[in-house]
Nanobody
Framework: QVQLVESGGGLVQAGGSLRLSCANS????????MGWFRQAPGKVREFVAT????????YYGDSVKGRFTISKDNAKKMVYLQMNSLKPEDTAVYYC?????????????????WGQGTQVTVSS
């Protein structure tokens, strides 16, 4: 059974940075594509970033391009989201997600496994 646990959320001022981490307990971590989504109160869950199962390709939502970076460390079974130049509109619960042999997953239904989320709050 795959277990995903996010960490690194918190409160930061606009223009600041945070790094989110996601630990993946899957036995075949190297075969999983990973993604980050976010959901603000009253809004739908939004695609943020993905890295494919090979770790060779990344893709980002339009609202975070140039500011966020997703990366993967197979040895540590971790995926990261580096968030720079944060804006108040980035405030949301951020979720880590995984899918076996997934490539460029941008939809919620692409991912069968989800973490519980970590809160990111950006103040103005």
């Amino acid at each position: 059974q795959v277990q995903l646990v996010e960490s690194g959320g918190g409160l930061v001022q606009a223009g600041g940075s945070l790094r989110l981490s996601c630990a993946n307990s899957g036995r075949t971590f190297n075969n999983y594509g990973m993604g980050w989504f976010r959901q603000a109160p009253g809004k739908v869950r939004e695609f943020v970033a993905t890295i494919d199962w090979s770790g060779s390709n990344t893709y980002y939502g339009d609202s975070v391009k140039g500011r966020f970076t997703i990366s993967k460390d197979n040895a540590k079974k971790m995926v990261y989201l580096q968030m720079n130049s944060l804006k108040p509109e980035d405030t949301a619960v951020y979720y880590c997600a995984a899918g076996v042999r997934l490539r460029f997953g941008t939809q919620r239904d692409d991912y069968p496994y989800w973490g519980q989320g970590t809160q990111v709050t950006v103040s103005s």
